[in-house]
């Protein structure tokens, strides 16, 4: 999950939003992590809920391998943490 995540963050130039279907590519068609109608409602509780948009990646962390998965997909985007959750 963090290699994942952290591939994707170097393609992460236009904002999380803009590597959603890379994301949806890789947890949904080609490792089947996800059915598209779980996709689809991980999405829509990362747009809804207050935050970063990549929130994506911690939620889908979450539903494939529980809390270290999203540990994992969150520390591995650096790039998409808000600055108050960045190390000094």
Known sequence: MMA???GLSLLAVGGAIAIVPEIYRIAVVS???LEPARFAELYAISQFAPGPNAMIVA?????VMGGGGSAAGWEGSPPWRPSSARRA
């Open 4 to 6: 994942v995540s952290l």
């Open 31 to 33: 490792n089947g992590w």
């Open 59 to 63: 939620l889908i962390g979450w539903e």
